[in-house]
Structures are given as C-alpha cells and as structure tokens.
C-alpha cells in the first residue's frame, strides 16, 4: 500500500494518503489544510480519491474537507457524533486566534465497525470517543490511523469540549482486546 504522512496547518497535524497500488484508488485522512500539498502528494503517485476520512471533526482536521470534496467529488465520512463540529470549524479556530471555514456535511456517518474499501485496500473504522465524542481510528494489519486518539507515549488532550479522559482510556483499552481477541496484530505503525 502506498502510505504518504505529511503535516498540514498551523497546528501541524497529520494529515495521511493511502493508495491502492494495484487501481491507483487513495483516501486522505485528516486533510486539515494545504490542499496544493495534498493535491501534489495524489499526483506524485498519481492517485484518484475514493473517501475523504475525518478521525475527528476539531478544525485543525477538517479544514481542506471543502476544497477536497470540491476538487474531487470523494465522499466525506465522519462518526455521527462528530458531525455538528464540522459546522463549527470556524467558531473553534477562532478562540486559538485561527482563521477556518465550516466544512461540508458528510456524506456518510459512520458507526464503528464498517470496513472501508479503496481500491484493494480496506480499512476498519474503530470507535475511539474520548478526544471527542466521535473519535474513530482507521486500521488493518499492521497500520492504525490514530487521529488525536493516541500519539507517542501518550493519548489525546481531553480538556475540549466533550472530552472525556476515562472514556478515552476505556475506548482504547476495550478496541487492544478485540484487536487481540480477533488475533490481529497489536504490533503496529501508527500515524
């Protein structure tokens, strides 16, 4: 699988491509910002967007969603219980002294538990809540696209509004045991 990771935005978030190698079919995760970069980075491998995937729907990751969804007509996915950020983008990066715009609707709410599909390539669509109450991670064997779940030696900030730190702890803990029980590989790359 083709994997691109690049940071984007003032806040510098991790925004991530990942590419069928086989049908040349991609999903950007987190396009927080920098569209011409992102646009550079699907054609340098000369990839076409399937889905547009948001882990979450705070500013800092949701901020190319309109110019994306324009430049490609990709589908957006977010978790239902995140979908009323995205109409708030603006609102939220304004107390950081930010300027954004509200994102487009989604056009699909997920769940929890659908599996992806782009091209050859799936990804499951884990429920993390916690960061926020729709935080999703997006995984297969051997890659977790974690958002602001987890980072390096710690987890995600929980002091915004509708964090959760206990939540964010259980949701963690209780998708490692079903990712073991389903004797997945709990050694991964996570971005």
């Given amino acids: 699988m083709i994997v691109e990771v690049f940071a984007v935005g003032a806040l510098q978030v991790n925004c991530v491509v990942l590419g069928c190698p086989e049908t040349r079919k991609a999903v950007v995760i987190d396009p927080g910002a920098d569209l011409e970069l992102i646009k550079t980075t699907l054609r340098k491998h000369d990839l076409t967007v399937e889905l547009i995937l948001n882990t979450h729907g705070h500013f800092d990751h949701i901020g190319a969603n309109a110019g994306l969804k324009e ?72 890659l977790l696209v974690s958002g602001d779940t987890l980072f390096a030696g710690s987890v995600g900030r929980t002091d915004l509004p509708g964090g959760d730190h206990q939540q964010l702890l259980a949701s963690i803990q209780a998708n490692w045991l079903d990712c073991h029980h389903k004797r997945r590989s709990y050694q991964v790359t996570a971005l």
């Fill in 71 to 142: 430049s490609t007509g990709a589908p957006l996915l977010i978790h239902k219980d995140d979908v009323k950020l995205l109409q708030m983008a603006k609102l939220q990066a304004e107390t950081y002294g930010l300027p954004a715009e509200d994102s487009p609707s989604p056009d699909t709410e997920l769940q929890g538990g659908e599996t992806l599909t782009f091209g050859e390539q799936t990804l499951e669509v884990l429920h993390t809540p916690g960061h926020s109450p729709g935080c999703v991670c997006f995984y297969r064997e051997g």
